[in-house]
């Protein structure tokens, strides 16, 4: 690769003759009209030579002198010619080119431009970037030299954009057609608005440029419409998965086993501490390895969860069954406790969990399109949860008991399933799941006491329109939910989305009372 | 032959609770004034404004709890949104008194202040009137009731009950609080209403006008219990407890549970939004976490403290939790929360019948000593 940088920059400066630069050109660098200097340092950016980068870069850094009618670069003690590179005698009295404020502006951007032919990629690639907001007709040519001695398909690609966009200013119509209907295959915010002008009688004379170009805003309004839409479905799927992690556990617990667990939210906070705690671990011993907390975390957090859910079924819980609301005012008691001690044991602050770095960027799909990683990775991890409960209610033995009991207990008892063991193994599992959910949840929000309140309206939401006691229900529900409320978010913002989605449901639970499934099991009167 | 009204409401108690509430109103309305009026401050009978206020707020939240018993100890309807139809008063008793605060708000202005604040130029339409307490008066109990017979209708029609209204009646005051929340709704936002100065032209700090504040609140407090033991003794009343034991029951014998249970909980929902209005006065501040989802749970645990079924249980409850929260929250600020959630856990567990349930147990075991 590097082989075939140096053959093409040996190649690129030998094309435009590898003469020394033009002596009056340079010399017209130094001259009295700040029009001629700029004229001088365009013509000079155009050959893209490396010696005219050089003399750029001694005019900006205010090295250039001129000594008699010689343009000399001096560097601390040495002179040099400008014009060839030589080495010359320490001029007597340099005189100093005046360089205001508006020859310093046309510095940086010819130096800008000349990174294009940088042998380094990496700064090929920054110059193009920054060409896409700042391109103006002088540049085509240049840029289409550039262009020519382009490898990289990225590079290439940003600097097909940017040529287009400096023809846009061109005199000749049909350069112009060209430009814009090269433009017309992006999706950018910035070529729409650059197009734009050109769409209204003003900005261009010509009858056809001026049509392809109304055609081209449309088509990347299209383009941009699309690539919103599809963000917004991302961003209901990510926040029905966050959703769906707040409620599958408490589908097992309130679904299954009839338990209105009103510190669901108060678990999902244990699992995001026990996330917190891993990393404050993985922090202090393990800092080689700090991206690993999280995996670490969610075994970890599960556990955690999960034993606080046996204690809380064993000491509170086995006495209220059949007793639902109860269960209700119960277990919102077991959440203060649960909250204070949070707020005793890690303080009243919210504690800062950070995302590791593979969790950190995004997919970029087009340019007003990217998908975060910790979206992306959260759906992906509501997927591995719901298939893991599937599996462990439908899959296992501790499943068809759960369910078993669920369905008949006095039978189930009297055919030797251990009714009162299975009901704390089912409530520790619904308390580990939402664990789980508190490590996805400590992704994307704040970990502190009182973080749990706010799901818990949502989840118990997501479990009664999902119809109590379904997994596919809930699964439903939380898709519906989510991206149901963002795209209500498109047009009537957070808090009046937010507002309708539990007025609608107040609204289904009419028409459908039993949620999208109908349940089975100990509430059927 | 039937009796007539005013022997059936008498009858509805017995002496001892007659003899009772006399006792309270005379300590409510001479007692109190004269203690806090006449007696010196550094006197050891002295009561202190903080006092008043404090069990002026309280009586309030027994009036809360006294609605939500007539519709959960005996209608068996768990509402875990009444915070909504208290706050709902509440606000509606503020516009008033934000009227009243006339030119003498932060910018002098006839406009409440937060209107200023966003720059808005005329009060909107909802507002018309509030300077009217008549009107306000009205709103008070019409606004409650309206919210609560429309919410009502529809879930009491699909015959939606237990956990489902208990929930879907969260959602109801969640969502509520997320409206408040918002500056656009034109109730002041997360800072609500306050910095209140007059009260039908009284000031609304002085002595007098608290002590007055004071007393309706205790008369109230009395009347409702009155008016509320009268209704569950009634044909109403107990129709309205046999749909708690057994709904179908009822229907199959021909009545329509729908009406009975609307009816309650319209009268509970206007109960709840009286003693809002009354609460705000004396608290001076209203905003939106009233309707947050925890304060509408606490209601019910002062109901079950005290016992649910029983009327004066969920007063004794009231009292109970929010004197222990004072308490708490200035000795053991750390330990409240422990204490709330000890106290839900503990009750739910071992009192099912609330203090007054313990108390009658103890009674019968010494009856049967004896």
Known sequence: MTKILLLFLLIAGSLPARAALDPAQVRQLAAEDSSDKVAAIRQLTQTADPDAVRVLKAMAEDSLFLAGNQVVIIAGEQAFDATSGAAIKLPANPESPTVNNRIRGELANALAALKLFDPDPAVRLASAQKLQSSVSPEMAPLLARALAHESDAGIKALLTLAHAQANLGNADPAARLAAVKALAETSSPTIR??????????????????????????????????????????????????????????????????????????LLMVGAYATYGMQTLFRAYFPAAIDWYLPAA???????????????????????????????????????????????????????????????????????????????????????????????????????????????????????????????????????????????LSQISNVGPDMGQGYIVDSFMVVVVGGVGQLAGAVWAALGLGIFSKLLEGWAGAVIAKISILVAIIIFIQKRPQGIFALKGRFVE | MRKPLTIRIISSLDGKAWLALGLFLAIALVVVPLLNLTVPEDSAFHVSAYAITLIGKIMCYALVAVAMDLI??????????????????????????????????????????????LDWKEIPWFWVGSDSFGWVALLVVAVPAIVAFVFG?????????????????????????????????????????????????????????????????????????????????????RILTAIRDAESRVMFIGYNPLWYKLTIWVISAILCGIAGALYVPQVGIINPSEMSPANSIEIAIWVAVGGRGTLIGPIIGAFAVNLAKSWFTVSFPEYWLFFLGLLFIVVTLMLPQGLVGLWKKLLAKKGALA
């Open chain 2, 72 to 117: 959960w100890g005996y209608g068996g309807i768990l509402s875990l949104g009444h915070g909504l139809f208290f706050a709902l008063g509440g606000y509606a008793f503020g516009m008033y008194l934000m009227r009243q605060i006339g030119r003498d708000g932060s910018y002098q202005s006839e406009l409440p202040d937060f209107m200023v604040f």
């Open chain 1, 298 to 440: 969610i075994p970890v957090a599960f556990f955690a969860a999960a034993l606080v859910g046996v204690v809380m079924e064993r000491t509170v819980i086995r006495w209220l069954y059949g007793r639902t609301l109860e269960t209700l005012l119960a277990t919102w008691g077991l959440s203060l406790v649960l909250i204070q001690a949070a707020r005793v044991l890690f303080g009243a602050q919210n504690v800062e969990v950070a995302n590791p770095s593979w969790m950190s960027g995004g997919i970029e799909l087009l340019p007003n399109l990217i998908l975060p990683w910790n979206r992306i990775i959260i759906v992906g991890f509501a997927l591995f949860v719901l298939t893991l409960v599937w599996v462990l209610m439908n899959k296992t033995r501790l499943g068809m008991f759960v369910r078993a009991v669920t369905q008949n207990r006095a039978m189930a008892g009297c055919v030797g399933v251990p009714t009162a063991r299975i009901d704390t193994l089912a409530f520790a599992l619904g308390a580990g799941i939402a664990g789980l959910g508190g490590v996805a």
């Open chain 2, 153 to 237: 209708y529809f879930a009491f029609r699909s015959r939606i009950k237990g956990v489902y209204f208990s929930i879907i009646t969260q959602a109801l005051t969640y969502a509520a609080m997320l409206l408040f929340f918002r500056n656009e709704t034109g109730f002041g936002g997360n800072n609500g209403f306050t910095d209140f100065k007059r009260v039908l032209g009284a000031t609304i700090t002085s002595p007098e006008t608290r002590l007055v504040l004071f007393g309706l609140t205790a008369v109230l407090l009395a009347t409702t219990l009155i008016f509320a033991s009268w209704l569950v003794k009634s044909k109403f009343g």
């Open chain 1, 193 to 266: 608005s650059v197009l734009q002008p050109l769409t209204e009688k003003a900005g261009e004379s010509d009858d056809k440029v001026r049509y392809e170009a109304i055609a081209a805003v449309k088509a990347i309004d299209n383009r941009l419409a699309i690539a919103e839409n599809v963000g917004r479905a991302f961003s209901g799927l990510s926040l029905g998965s966050i959703l769906l992690l707040g409620a599958l556990g408490l589908a097992i617990t309130y679904g299954v086993m009839g338990i209105i667990n009103m510190a669901h939210g108060e």
